[in-house]
């Protein structure tokens, strides 16, 4: 297949794959997102004449290698969605995550950032919307948690029924209802066909899932939406004193128990700690999750991207993890934990597709890269001692294995992979035996997470000195008119764009605009002076300047020369955040009359 790419009018090659695959099975990430998109892209293949025949679940870390192989030879297309890690076997590839990883050049790939990816499914790669705008809504804010924009609370979110509240508007009481379908749905992700059943028996509608999910609970399980609900109370009372709090940055290793269905909640340790800010999560499979207080509207480093933060984090320790390095027969084995007799399995092709070029062969030694290919396509437990010394002979930086299992969006992110760690020794049949607790992976996997802890500690102090510092500094501080005439109180302006966000506010400003007001930084400040040279330095890049468009059209920096100083000369920064008031007009009744 050539370069066949998804696009915002459909699969370009559509009419070409339905002439060589009649059939389809989806590959689906096991949330609300990933089965919605599964029933958009079924939706969209049938439209188009491609029975969907099967649905799997597929998961990150080892279980993404355990799922059914199907190597695309045959009449049926596997289909891969809402997943940011691809497969060589996949047709079709379509994701809404930061990155991904894995994805051939053959294959159908639309990789859009979105708040979902059945958004995307839904309103763009499909020539009429599939899901309502109101499921779309309800999806999108799941899957990004943008809870606090819609006035949604913790107890809304881990609720197992629904009643219709009068006094809410019908939008409102749609969305609960929606969250309700969302905790069901998770409540049983796990049992056996569940999710698969789901996406082969419901229509492209909320509501559809919802009776399926009734019909499956009635007939396969005695647990009642009630004992759901019971179970998750009661992990919340559990969990109240389980998780250390400190500068309202919750702290947390592990789930605590779990065990009951309907149990745990992502989001109950901000049930809890409502004035939490953050969230650090410690698994013990070599997993550290890091999330925004989805609930509040006014935390601290409001705009802070945590993808960024994991980068600072793990760079503490960048030197080492490049040094250590992991060989291809460790990769294969912890990578087949879970497989079975029909799983894909850890082959050639994904080491190609994920790692690339990041390999390293052991020096002085013959070439192993080129008598790999078939061999990997056994189960690690089926390879010769021979064979795995072969993959001995090829090697993997640690560092390059956590960047391409990690990932997420701005306001929550996974550091991942960790579980590869303390594991460089290659083994023949079962692996090394530890007291889970004392596995070197997760004795690295809680300091990565308490240095998340402390970097965000410091960010957080940073930015509250920041802006005390800053309301030091406008105190009494002013600006002037062209002609001389009045004074602006900086303190009065920026407190009047802050509450006019949506006007003024222009993320990604072009310095370029603005560059010329340097010239007032030099006439006022040296370089060369230490103290002036200090404030500069500590000025924070972050904080919005101020603009002001005059009446000759020139755009004046009212406040912020450290900031632009410090951008253009120091950070090298082409944008800046700005308050940009293009009518001064707007501020008319700020003004002060000098006498």
């Known amino acids: 297949m050539s370069d066949n790419l998804v696009t915002e009018s459909g699969i370009r090659d559509i009419n070409h794959l339905k002439k060589r695959y009649p059939k389809a099975e989806i590959y689906f990430h096991q949330d609300l997102d990933g089965v919605t998109t599964a029933l958009a892209m079924k939706n969209y293949l049938e439209n188009n004449g491609i029975k969907v025949v099967d649905a799997h679940v597929i998961q990150y870390g080892d279980k993404e290698f355990a799922v059914k192989k199907n190597d695309a030879k045959g009449d049926t297309m596997p289909v891969l969605v809402d997943f ?66 819609h006035d949604i609370s913790p107890d809304e979110v881990i609720n197992y029924i629904f009643r219709l509240d009068k006094e809410n508007t019908l939008q409102k009481n749609k969305m609960l209802l929606g969250l309700v379908i969302n905790k069901l749905l998770l409540a049983f992700k796990n049992k056996k066909g569940f999710l698969e059943g789901l996406v082969l028996d419901s229509e492209p509608s909320l509501m559809s899932i919802l009776n399926n999910i009734k019909a499956w609970m009635k007939k396969n399980t005695p647990v009642k939406t009630s004992d759901l609900q019971q179970n998750a109370l009661d992990y919340v009372n559990r969990m109240k004193t389980y998780p250390k709090v400190s500068d309202n940055i919750i702290f947390q290793y592990g789930g605590g128990e779990m065990f009951k269905p309907g149990s745990y909640d992502r989001y109950t340790p901000f049930k809890n700690n409502p004035e939490a800010d953050f969230l650090i999560m410690a698994w013990p499979m070599g997993l550290v999750q890091a999330s925004c207080n989805p609930f509040k509207k006014d935390r601290e480093l409001k705009g802070v991207n945590l993808g960024e933060i994991a980068q600072e984090v793990l760079g503490k320790w960048e030197t080492q993890l490049k040094g250590k390095m992991v060989p291809l027969s460790t990769i294969k084995w912890v990578s087949e934990t879970s497989v079975g007799p029909v799983s894909v399995g850890f082959t050639y092709k994904d080491f190609d597709a994920i790692y690339g070029d990041k390999f390293r062969e052991k020096e002085n030694g013959e070439s192993a890269l080129d008598r790999i290919h078939e061999m990997m396509e056994k189960p690690f437990k089926d390879l010769e001692e021979s064979d795995l010394k072969l993959l001995d002979e090829i090697e993997i930086s640690a560092w390059d294995l956590i960047q391409a299992n990690s990932g997420g969006h701005k306001c929550i992110t996974n550091i991942s992979g960790l579980n590869y760690l303390g594991r460089t020794k290659r083994v023949s049949g079962v692996g090394n035996k530890y007291d889970m607790e004392e596995a070197p992976w997760v004795k690295f996997t809680r300091m990565v997470a308490a240095q998340f802890e402390n970097v965000l500690k410091e960010k957080i102090e940073k930015s509250k000195q920041t802006v005390s510092e800053a309301k030091d500094y406008f ?21 009047f764009v802050k509450k006019n966000k949506k006007k003024y506010l222009k993320n990604n400003f072009p310095l370029d605009k603005i560059k010329h007001n340097l010239e007032w930084w030099n006439k006022n400040y040296d370089i060369e002076n230490k103290a002036h040279k200090k404030r500069m330095m500590n000025a924070d890049t972050s904080y919005p300047i101020l603009v002001i468009k005059e009446k000759d059209g020139n755009l004046s920096v009212a406040d912020g020369l450290n900031r632009l100083y410090k951008a253009i000369k120091i950070e090298k920064k082409d944008v800046l955040p700005v308050y940009y008031i293009s009518n001064k007009k707007d501020i008319e009744d700020l003004k002060e009359k000098i006498d």
Request: aromatic share 8%; hydrophobic share 30%; glycine share 6%.
């Open 84 to 149: 940011a890690h691809g497969k060589p076997m996949f047709v079709i590839h379509t994701d809404h995550h930061d990155r991904q990883v894995g994805v051939e050049k053959e294959t159908s790939k639309s990789f859009k950032s979105a708040r979902s990816n059945v958004e995307t499914i839904s309103q763009l790669v499909s020539p009429k919307d599939i899901f309502t705008s109101s499921d779309i809504l309800l999806i999108n804010t799941v899957d990004s948690a943008d809870f606090a924009r």
């Open 475 to 495: 105190k009494g501080s002013h600006f002037g008119d062209e002609k001389g005439k009045n004074l602006y109180s900086v303190e009065k302006v920026y407190d």
